[in-house]
């Protein structure tokens, strides 16, 4: 192993510094790289034992990137080792902690968000139950980024008045979600259910009246 840990392939050089074997302090002597973008999803062992509270604390604690990434994907992890992880600098790890755990931070999930706004990673932190909701109008109502501006909606002490100039919103996402909003004034929402881009967002508005979510039915060839 001391042989295959100089080895000039870099490839060689990382599956070695991933063996179990190692302690702390000759995994990390190895000259290893690792893709920005890696899960650790290769780390057998870790995988393996993503229930067993040693191998969790093992991967954790390590200052290998890749094995606190395949410790993040585990359900098991006390709070200990969330609260540790839920503090490493490394995106892959924030990403992992927003998809698999219900107790991830506010602030790591805000910063996914942040990081990765309108893709499937930001909309899975989005719908994580521990995203705030609260005092999301104040902060981002007037932010200069769209997708900053469409989390206002989320806020229960957003006003009607809000609602609505958001369905106004230059981008389309905002706009959408606005029409979704059951506090959207009525008069805005019947004009949303005649514009191409708000209509099916509209129309799945639960204040829109009965009788008009009928005909928007009926428009749509939908019987009942």
């Known amino acids: ?81 969330l609260r540790l992880l839920a503090r490493v600098d490394d995106p892959v790890v924030e990403n992992l902690l927003g998809v698999y755990h219900l107790d991830t931070p506010e602030e790591v999930l805000m910063r996914v968000y942040a990081r990765l706004g309108g893709t499937f990673s930001a909309w899975m932190a989005e719908t994580h139950p521990r995203f705030p909701r609260e005092g999301l109008a104040a902060r981002y109502a007037d932010h200069p980024d769209g997708n900053y501006r469409r989390l206002a909606v989320r806020d229960p002490a957003a006003t009607p008045t809000l609602i609505e100039r958001l369905s106004h919103d230059p981008e389309v996402w905002t706009r959408q979600a606005a029409a979704e909003d059951p506090r959207l004034p009525l008069r805005r929402l019947r004009e949303a259910l005649h514009v191409p881009e708000l209509a099916s967002s509209a129309g799945a508005n639960p204040a829109l009246p009965e009788d008009e979510m009928t005909a928007v039915l009926e428009r749509a060839g939908v019987t009942g």
């Open 1 to 81: 192993m001391e042989r295959l840990a100089v080895d000039p392939d870099e490839d060689v050089r990382l599956a070695v510094s991933l063996r179990p074997e190692l302690d702390e302090t000759r995994r990390m002597l190895i000259d290893f790289t690792t893709g920005d973008l890696d899960r650790g999803d290769g780390v057998r062992w870790v995988r393996d034992g993503l229930a067993d509270p040693e191998v969790l604390r093992r991967a954790a604690t390590s200052a290998h990137p890749l094995l606190r990434r395949a410790a993040a994907r585990s359900p098991h992890l006390p709070p200990d080792l």
